[in-house]
C-alpha cells in the first residue's frame, strides 16, 4: 500500500536501520533505496535488509527522488533521508496517515531541531514577499515528506538544494491538500558552512522561478531580495568568526602516498606516454589539458575506486579533526582533479577543495578539464608564477577573513614551495626537494600525520 523511497550516497553506515524502520511500518509494501552510485558499502547493506536497489540515471538528490517515484508501486509514497538513525518508530505512519485517511495530498514533515539558517534567513523571507499567500510552513525546506505518485509525477525535481522547496511549492501550486506534521526530535548532519551559501543561492532561485505571478520588473521585491541575501552572506561570515586559521594539505604524496595521476597511469597504461608529456612540457597549462586526455572513458567509479587503492597517510582523520578543535578552517588545494579531492574532502572532514575540475558527461570523463581561475596570477599574487597553488590560497583567506600569516601548509613538492614559504607555519612533509625542506619551517620525514600534532598543539 505504501512505498518508501530513501535516496542515498555513501551511507553504508546507517542505511541498514534506516530501511529497517521503514520496513516495519504498517502498510509499506515496498522500500526502495535510490543509490547515487556510492563507493562504499551502501547498496549491499540496504539488500541485507530486503530493499529493493536502483541505481540513480543522474547525480544528485532531484535525480534519486524521480527515479525512485517511476519505480515505485504504490500510489502512496514517503520519502526518508538515508542518513538519520534518530527517527520515531512510527515516522512513516505519522508522514502516511493524513493520506490514507484523505485528509492531505501532500505531507511535510518539521522537528524539533532549530531551523537552519537558510530557512530562517532565506527561504521564509523570499517566500513571504514572492508569495504572501503562501501558506507559513515551520520547515519548509524538510526532506521528510510524504505524498501521491499522481501529484509527484507532476511536479519538477531541481538538481540541486532546491528540490524539497521546489516540491512544496509545485504541490502548492497544483492545488494539492498540504498537510504539516511533527516527526519528533531528530538529529541530522547539519550543512558546513562553505556550503551555505551555495543552498541559499540554489533555494532563492527556486523560489524565484516558481513564483511566477510576481512582477520580475520590481525594483523593492530586487531591493527585498538583496537584503536576504546579504543576510545570508553576514550569517555566513559571523558563523566563521570563530574560525581564524587556515590548515591547508597538498593530496598526492601528503594525504595519499603516492601520486595519483601516476597510479593512474600504471593502472590504465599510458605511463610511457605521462612520461612524455612531462618531459616534453613546461607549460602546466598544456601538461594539464594532455594529462587529462588519457582518462578520456573512465567512469566516476573507476577514478573513485581507483583512489581507495592508494594508502592514505595514518592518523589523517584524527588530524583534521584535532585541527579543526583548534580552530583550522581544513582544506586540500592540489593540481590533480576535484573529483578525487571532493572524494577525498566527504571521506575525512576537510571543509574545501581547490583542483582542476574534470570534465564527465554521464559520469564518463570525456578528457577535457577545466583549470580554475584561482590558480592564476592577479592583482594579489605574491609570487611571480602564472600558475601557482599560492593564489588559490590567498583566494580561500580572502573568502573565509583570514591573513596569510594564519595558515598551516602540508605539502611536499616543487609547486608547494611558495605556499610553504608564505604561509605562518610551513610544513615539508616526507619531500624529497630540498629547496622545499629549505622554505619549511617544519620538516617531518616519516608519513605519519601524528607527527603534526606538537606543531599546531
Same mark, same amino acid.
Given at each position: ?20 524502520? @521503514? ?9 526502495? $533505496? ?15 535488509? &530486503? ?16 527515479? &525512485? ?12 533521508? @538515508? ?59 524538510? &526532506? ?257 577573513? $583570514? ?5 598551516? $601548509? ?48
Amino acid at each position: 500500500m505504501i512505498t518508501v523511497i530513501i535516496p542515498a550516497l555513501n551511507e553504508e553506515k546507517t542505511i541498514r536501520q534506516v530501511v529497517r524502520l @521503514a520496513n516495519n511500518s504498517n502498510h509499506v509494501t515496498e522500500v526502495i $533505496v535510490v543509490d547515487d552510485k556510492s563507493m562504499d558499502g551502501t547498496v549491499e547493506e540496504a539488500r541485507k535488509e &530486503g530493499a529493493t536497489v536502483i541505481t540513480s540515471t543522474k547525480l544528485g538528490k532531484g535525480a534519486s527522488m524521480k527515479d &525512485g517515484i517511476l519505480v515505485a508501486k504504490n500510489e502512496i509514497i514517503s520519502f526518508l533521508d @538515508a542518513d538519520i538513525i534518530t527517527y520515531p518508530d512510527n515516522v512513516v505512519e505519522v508522514l502516511t496517515t493524513p493520506l490514507l485517511n484523505n485528509e492531505a495530498d501532500f505531507v511535510k514533515s518539521y522537528f524539533t531541531r532549530q531551523a537552519g539558517r537558510v530557512t530562517e534567513l532565506v527561504a521564509k523571507p523570499l517566500l513571504s514577499i514572492l508569495n504572501p499567500a503562501f501558506p507559513n510552513f515551520q520547515q519548509p525546506l524538510s &526532506g521528510m515528506i510524504a505524498g501521491k505518485k499522481s501529484l509527484f509525477s507532476k511536479c519538477e525535481f531541481e538538481d540541486g538544494y532546491g528540490v524539497d522547496i521546489g516540491i512544496l511549492m509545485d504541490m502548492h501550486n497544483l492545488g494539492a491538500r498540504i498537510s504539516e506534521v511533527s516527526i519528533g526530535n531528530i538529529e541530522n548532519r547539519m550543512q558546513a558552512l562553505e556550503q551555505l551559501g551555495k543552498m541559499s543561492r540554489e533555494v532563492a532561485r527556486t523560489i524565484m522561478k516558481k513564483s511566477k505571478e510576481v512582477d520580475a520588473q520590481n525594483l523593492e521585491t530586487y531591493e527585498n531580495i538583496q537584503v536576504i541575501r546579504e543576510q545570508m552572506e553576514f550569517a555566513i561570515r559571523e558563523g566563521l568568526m570563530s574560525l581564524k586559521k587556515i590548515a591547508m594539505f597538498d593530496m598526492d604524496n601528503t594525504i595519499l602516498r603516492a601520486s595519483f595521476i601516476n597510479t593512474a597511469a600504471e593502472q590504465f597504461g599510458f605511463k610511457k606516454e605521462l612520461v612524455d608529456i612531462v618531459t616534453n612540457n613546461n607549460n602546466p597549462f598544456i601538461r594539464t589539458k594532455l594529462i587529462a586526455r588519457h582518462l578520456k572513458g573512465k567512469s566516476i567509479g573507476d577514478l573513485l575506486t581507483l583512489t581507495d587503492t592508494i594508502e592514505v597517510t595514518p592518523y589523517l582523520r584524527e588530524a583534521v579533526q584535532q585541527l579543526k578543535q583548534q580552530g583550522y578552517i581544513t582544506g586540500i588545494i592540489s593540481d590533480s582533479y576535484d573529483c578525487i579531492t571532493n572524494h577525498l574532502k566527504n571521506k575525512f572532514g576537510f571543509d574545501f577543495t581547490i583542483s582542476n575540475e574534470l570534465e564527465f558527461s554521464k559520469s564518463v570523463a570525456t578528457g577535457e578539464v577545466k583549470i580554475p581561475s584561482l590558480f592564476l596570477s592577479d592583482e594579489k599574487s605574491q609570487c611571480k608564477h602564472d600558475y601557482c597553488k599560492l593564489n588559490a590560497l590567498i583566494s580561500i583567506c580572502d573568502k573565509y577573513g $583570514v591573513d596569510l600569516k594564519n595558515t598551516l $601548509v602540508v605539502g611536499d613538492g616543487e609547486n608547494d614551495i611558495c605556499c610553504i614559504r608564505k604561509a605562518g607555519i610551513g610544513v615539508s612533509f616526507c619531500s624529497t626537494n630540498h629547496l622545499v625542506d629549505s622554505v619549511a619551517d617544519y620538516i617531518i620525514k616519516e608519513p605519519d600525520f601524528k607527527l603534526l600534532l606538537p606543531i599546531f598543539d
